[in-house]
Antibody
Framework: QVQLVESGGGVAHPGRSLRLSCAASGFTFTNYPINWVRQSPGKGLEWVAV????????FYADSVKGRFTISRDNFKSMVYLQMNSLRAEDTAVYYCARGLTPHDSSTPFDYWGQGTLVTVSS | EIVLTQSPATLSLSPGERATLSCRASQSIRTYLAWYQQKPGQAPRLLIY???KRATGIPARFSGSGSGTDFTLTISNLESEDFAFYYCQQRNYWPPNFTFGPGTKVDIK
């Protein structure tokens, strides 16, 4: 069965960095785009970034552009989110989520991980 | 930037009743709209995509309709497990970009 498992969350000081990982299994990883979506405590959902199935294209929300970088390793079935220059407003549960349609980065998200909590605080 | 608004913010209903949730876009998004269900402590679950297509494994009591700027999620016969938050999401085809509505909470009356 399709599984996505996030890791790497924790507490970071403002201005510092953190790297999240998403381990995928149960499907042909190299065919699907992967997204990161976050949810601040008690708040709604915010899309963060998507990486194309082959890793050749990345797209970001304006709120993280220039600070966050999404990448993938298709040999290891892993996706990463490098978060630099962290701010208090980046505090959230971060989910990785698979795009519904193979090879289409603009597609909704059909499988989600359980999330990993990032807290940015001094 | 396309903004999504959802109404009502909270919907209080009893099991067996019909739920009608609304999502409105600030400009036309054709049928590029999805609906998700989220329960406390869980990840969202895709219910409907492209405005009216049910995702795999979603019961037939969930249906979506609409196009352009006005969309509706209908749950025809509420079951106990349907009490949750519901979010709509629009997608911009190119470049890829997604925004979510603020959500509707469906709770037990």
């Amino acid at each position: 069965q399709v599984q996505l498992v996030e890791s790497g969350g924790g507490v970071a000081h403002p201005g510092r960095s953190l790297r999240l990982s998403c381990a995928a299994s149960g499907f042909t990883f190299t065919n699907y785009p992967i997204n990161w979506v976050r949810q601040s405590p008690g708040k709604g959902l915010e899309w963060v970034a998507v990486i194309s199935y082959d890793g050749s294209q990345e797209f970001y929300a304006d709120s993280v552009k220039g600070r966050f970088t999404i990448s993938r390793d298709n040999f290891k079935s892993m996706v990463y989110l490098q978060m630099n220059s962290l701010r208090a407003e980046d505090t959230a549960v971060y989910y990785c989520a698979r795009g519904l349609t193979p090879h289409d980065s603009s597609t909704p998200f059909d499988y989600w991980g359980q999330g990993t909590l990032v807290t940015v605080s001094s | 930037e396309i903004v999504l608004t959802q109404s009502p913010a909270t919907l209080s209903l009893s099991p067996g009743e019909r739920a009608t949730l609304s999502c409105r876009a600030s400009q036309s998004i054709r049928t590029y709209l999805a609906w998700y269900q989220q329960k406390p402590g869980q990840a969202p679950r895709l219910l409907i995509y492209d405005a009216s297509k049910r995702a795999t494994g979603i019961p037939a009591r969930f249906s979506g309709s609409g196009s352009g700027t006005d969309f509706t999620l209908t749950i025809s016969n509420l079951e106990s497990e349907d009490f949750a938050f519901y979010y709509c999401q629009q997608r911009n085809y190119w470049p890829p970009n997604f925004t979510f509505g603020p959500g509707t909470k469906v709770d037990i009356k």
